[in-house]
């Protein structure tokens, strides 16, 4: 039986419009984004599916645009995913960037996650922040491969310096899922925060993105 056969107080699409998309499970609201079914499926089941291969929705919306995969899913449907969880990492700029000022690890943590986890290759990026700690830019600076990414002192000090930023934070991911900051990480962040310390640019802190939350080394006394 197709959705559209379904009673409409348990459509996935009408649910939402009557009750609110809290009201919906996450296969649900993965159904209303794929619009439909495929090969005798119908899109709650495809989602159902989708979540039951990826482990989780947070796993799920974490992995590559090209790895997500079920019977069914073809281009048309990767893709309404795909925009769905751009929209969600634009969104999360746009808080960003409205806040006042950034105080803690977890005011910039959601953001780097939403922009980093999913990459299959490391990734070194930076958020510059004006003197009051406001976002001035996000910037992805180097990529590597899937054992890390070179990272130039010289290169990071002049990206600093064209954004005329006084604070930044580092950020970058390790795509193994494993967010513990290695010996280089720890080196590379005090090469950086000497460097900039000469131009008068503070280091507040550097988030290693893993599969769980962020890892401030900050917070972890490493800077």
Known sequence: ????????????????????????????????????GSRGKDAVALGRELLTQAGSLDALLGKPEGQIRANGLGPAKRARLSAALELARRSLSEQLREQPALTSPRDSGSYLRAQLRHLPYEVFACLYLDNRHRVLAFEELFRGTVDGASVHVREVVRACLRHNACAVIFAHNHPSGVAEPSAADRAITQDLGRALQLVGVRVLDHLVIGSGEPVSMAARGLL
């Open 1 to 36: 039986m197709s959705i559209r056969e379904w009673p409409p107080g348990e459509r996935p699409r009408e649910k939402l419009l009557s009750d609110g998309s809290g009201a919906l499970s996450n296969a649900e609201l993965l159904a209303v984004l794929l619009g439909s």
